[in-house]
């Protein structure tokens, strides 16, 4: 592993477990004053004397004055989540006692952990490498069956074991080039470049595997955007309570920090739909609503699937789908379902038109009908319902192996243009940079640094 | 001890660390079914064969799936918080993780705790007595460093001691008494009847001694409910972010939950004053504002302080004066405090009414003048600056002391009366029950039932 931040040497704390008030609180503490650290909370303990994976409960002075009755265990180097010395108090779940804490263990000399940096850490000292590191934070949130599931195969090596297998091909396929390279001057070509080929291949099929998991991976990871439009009176808001009601987790209105949007979550299927309820959306002229639309086209424009819902016994879906391609822009990718509500007062049934690439379902919202068939229909939209043992989850990664697969073309096309090995050997290392920073064998600062900001304090 | 609930047989389980994401969430199990439900969660581990006191890492199974890697230690009855056995299991603190956990676990036989179930276990099995269980609530809702150290102490056993040094001297006399009567037919009188009066009067003066204290420990453990009313521009907005800017602690706005008054914490003096600004208070006639004006009058009368907020180049102190009295009705115990805003645009000082119950204090909130001293006085006027070891800040424990008090003036006019023996013997009897109530020796199911359902879950 290639260091590229200077070991950190203060020791860092923090509280671990959601702020407010509980039963109980913990402060976790990680570098090389632990020790020293914990002397000073606990005067009256042995804490030189402790052995390491025992709870003790000791008295926890700030200062003079007795604070709180706690249980601390004192987690040894290298036996430790951080692999430093690690101690972890649990205090009386009060905010004012563990803002006093915090504030004693400050004043003696701890810094308080930035987001991520006990995982950073650990990663630093080789208990983990980076996706596995990433994968923490993904762990903690998850909200989803299928979400939750990716991140822990993350977190206990599943994708870092593929790409271990990748890149010692790679090295293999490299190690045989540059053997080529040392004797060049005698003009031997020692590998069968027949069979290197059949390799890179094997590979570059492998890495584009991969890549194009991204798509599932992400919708996977974020949920999948799914805006839910139609005219006023067309049973909008009486769809959303249906499909609420459908599902079984617990179900959150988070303001669309953005958008302005309210986005209802759909858990389904195992994945996350994240509804957005675009009331705004008609044919206005009027000025005063412009703003409101404006954002509804943009939440539009960035979903994935669109739900147009109307009422059965005032439009056609044809007329829908004219009204949706002129007022609308979405993308080539974006699935239209037009949703027939109220076709329970429809004498006749209406012919969906098979030539179109939307979806159309009669559905009676207020009765339900109709209802576990748009489900099936998004979680097989989603593709919820097939999902490979290892999959690309995020943007980074994705962005990491789609240079690979650059660099890798760049391999292949030397190879048939038979290009001086030396060419071929340099895009090859450039793949295998590539992939290396994924894992963090290789890993520019930059990337460091954003990867862990975006962690939650504590962990 | 008195069991006057069943032992409970079942195993209670409870998320203790607050809700919400963070980078660990512990669940606590505690009953006969620990270890069972260990096995079921941690299906591949020897939980039989863990050794207690020591953080094991583990994979914890929901069903088939691996849920999550997680630490968990095992902490064997009777060395444990509720003398049970007991398990802490550190997950990773991601809803989704912590919900599924908790199902399984309930799935597998085990009981969401109610609040404050461990600690009512806790004091069952004889880990702690009744006032050390309720300091435990009190000690997590502690905001102000009296509060806390309040609570401590009692959790410590502090009142406990001194409860349990007064019942001695009463049981000493009792027996005294009992023997007594146990020869009563021979008409001796074994006890030196004026030597038993010394003791008595000792007991009741310490009894009421406590009892006294209510007032201090109510006011600390609860805060000071302190009113600032006035007339518009009198300058109340000035001096309330005047005296809130002096606290170094964490002010909170908390929207007051029955007066629809919004209340203010203020911090001095190591304790707590609840600053209520009651905007709505002046002579108006309009319909409009008598509810607010109605809840104001509730927030006036519920005060400890007042404080009287007047524009000195408009209006006097004695005006002030005569205003309140006509208009506002509060308590002979109610302070009020005039304060003379504005004071440094005038020319001349103002002279205070020598012979007046109130307070007067010249300030400007603008500048900060006087403000010092009016904290000074605020925090004098609290008694927080004398606060004695032991206290009561309990209702309940305030009203058993009443009760004692009372039968214990019951024995003394016996003993004066020389009334038989046997009715002394009655009344002393009366007011061991009373003091026994207080720590649980003697625990009416009623006020057990009252006591624990004020804590969290997880407690």
Known sequence: ????INPWEDTIIALITPAGRGAVGVIRISGPDTIPLLSHVFPKAQVNQWPSHTPKLAQFYAGQEKLDEVLVTLFRAPKSYTREEVAEISLHGSPYILRQAINTLLKAGARMANPGEFTQRAWLNGALDL????????LIAAESALAHKAAFSHLKGGFSDKLQELRTELLTLAALLELELDFAEEDVEFADRTQLLITLQKIQTEVTRLSNSFQLGNAIRNGIPTAIIGKPNAGKSTLLNALLKEQKAIVSDIPGTTRDIIEDKLFIGGGEFRLMDTAGIRATEDVIEQAGIQKTK????????????????QETPQQAVIWCENNLSFSENTQLIILGNKSDLLSNSIDPDKNSKYVYLPIAAKTGQGIEALLQTLTDLAGFTEVPDVLVTQARHQEALLHTTTALNQVQLAFEEQLPTDLIARDLRDALYHLGTITGEISPDEILGSIFSKFCIGK
Do not use: G
């Open 1 to 4: 592993m290639i260091m590229s």
């Open 131 to 138: 996706t596995q590191a990433e994968a923490v934070a993904d």
């Open 298 to 313: 943009e939440a539009i424009a960035s979903a994935q699937i669109i739900l147009y819902v109307l009422d059965s016994t």
